[in-house]
């Protein structure tokens, strides 16, 4: 009985393993709509779910768009102050009581925001597939029936804010190793489909074949991965990168971090592609 316990949490780890590899690909398509429809530096999943309700909810105030995120309200004016200086997001005084501060998008931010929306309706359109996958390794039935009737821009935010909950996690896992997050994404994609050449490792994350070699140095200094040559090559000096025990360890707590919130993040992307069916795919 304990062995047949023992291969369901095993099948469930190597899902959920799995899944987070999806998820770091997706995560390098979303960023890469966002730099090109916002700005390159309004990417991060905080700055977006802070724009996004914004544009949800004009008018709203700082102080419920800290509560809606579950976030102080500090860490909020940071993030505004950033929006605002990208010129997309501007505050106003309330007519009522000119003491209080409004927010709304500025023109800029309204068309770069419906940029955003055409562009992420687009993809979802068209990786309806490969989204899929990613639900089924989640728990979530990728086929069950969702009413498009929200926005893209109401999706994503949901998106963004399921994600959050993860990502908070996730970096409690790595808060001892002091790893940045393309590092961090390398080593999901190996946990998740094991040992990788640098040169796909730098497709998938967009990076140079030297931003990629200081990634995996890394990674090897830090002791969770180590350079092998692959076996069966003719010239040998091709190398796999693969997991050691510590970082397979890290990618067990990952795929444990990530339990909690599968299911929010799996009906959130669920409702994207949902929307994304009123776009007929190519």
Same mark, same amino acid.
């Given at each position: 009985?304990?062995?047949?316990?023992?291969?369901?949490?095993?099948?469930?780890?190597?899902?959920?393993?799995?899944?987070?590899?999806?998820?770091?690909?997706?995560?390098?398509?979303?960023?890469?709509?966002?730099?090109?429809?916002?700005?390159?530096?309004?990417?991060?999943?905080?700055?977006?779910?802070?724009?996004?309700?914004?544009?949800?909810?004009?008018?709203?105030?700082?102080?419920?768009?800290?509560?809606?995120?579950?976030?102080?309200?500090?860490?909020?004016?940071?993030?505004?102050?950033?929006?605002?200086?990208?010129?997309?997001?501007?505050?106003?005084?309330?007519?009522? #009581?000119? %003491?209080?501060? &409004?927010?709304? /998008? !500025?023109?800029? =931010?309204?068309?770069?925001?419906?940029? $955003?929306?055409? +562009? @992420?309706?687009?993809?979802?359109?068209?990786?309806?597939?490969?989204?899929?996958?990613?639900?089924?390794?989640?728990?979530?039935?990728?086929?069950?029936?969702?009413?498009?009737?929200?926005?893209?821009?109401?999706?994503?935010?949901?998106?963004?804010?399921?994600?959050?909950?993860?990502?908070?996690?996730?970096?409690?896992?790595?808060?001892?190793?002091?790893?940045?997050?393309?590092?961090?994404?390398?080593?999901?994609?190996?946990?998740?489909?094991?040992?990788?050449?640098?040169?796909?490792?730098?497709?998938?994350?967009?990076?140079?074949?030297?931003?990629?070699?200081?990634?995996?140095?890394?990674?090897?200094?830090?002791?969770?991965?180590?350079?092998?040559?692959?076996?069966?090559?003719? #010239?040998? %000096?091709?190398? &796999?990168?693969? /997991? !050691?025990?510590? =970082?397979?360890?890290?990618?067990?707590? $990952?795929?444990? +971090? @990530?339990?909690?919130?599968?299911?929010?993040?799996?009906?959130?992307?669920?409702?994207?592609?949902?929307?994304?069916?009123?776009?007929?795919?190519?």
């Amino acid at each position: 009985m304990e062995g047949t316990v023992s291969m369901i949490r095993s099948a469930a780890a190597k899902d959920a393993l799995a899944a987070l590899a999806g998820l770091a690909d997706l995560s390098g398509d979303l960023t890469a709509i966002m730099q090109e429809s916002l700005t390159p530096r309004v990417t991060s999943n905080r700055l977006v779910q802070v724009l996004l309700i914004v544009a949800l909810s004009p008018g709203i105030s700082p102080a419920a768009v800290a509560d809606r995120m579950g976030s102080s309200r500090s860490l909020v004016a940071q993030l505004l102050r950033r929006l605002i200086a990208e010129d997309l997001v501007l505050k106003v005084a309330a007519e009522e #009581d000119h %003491r209080f501060a &409004l927010l709304l /998008l !500025t023109d800029r =931010g309204t068309e770069r925001v419906e940029d $955003l929306e055409r +562009a @992420l309706t687009e993809y979802f359109a068209c990786h309806r597939d490969a989204v899929g996958a990613i639900l089924s390794l989640l728990g979530v039935d990728p086929h069950e029936a969702v009413a498009a009737t929200g926005s893209m821009l109401g999706a994503t935010a949901a998106i963004a804010g399921a994600a959050s909950g993860y990502v908070r996690a996730a970096t409690q896992v790595f808060s001892h190793v002091g790893l940045g997050s393309e590092a961090r994404l390398a080593l999901t994609m190996i946990a998740g489909e094991g040992p990788q050449q640098p040169t796909d490792l730098a497709r998938r994350l967009r990076v140079t074949s030297g931003a990629v070699s200081g990634i995996v140095d890394r990674l090897v200094a830090t002791r969770l991965a180590r350079r092998n040559l692959e076996p069966g090559l003719a #010239d040998g %000096r091709a190398v &796999l990168v693969e /997991l !050691t025990q510590a =970082g397979q360890a890290m990618a067990a707590e $990952l795929a444990a +971090a @990530l339990e909690p919130h599968a299911t929010a993040i799996g009906e959130a992307l669920r409702s994207a592609c949902a929307v994304g069916t009123r776009v007929p795919a190519n």
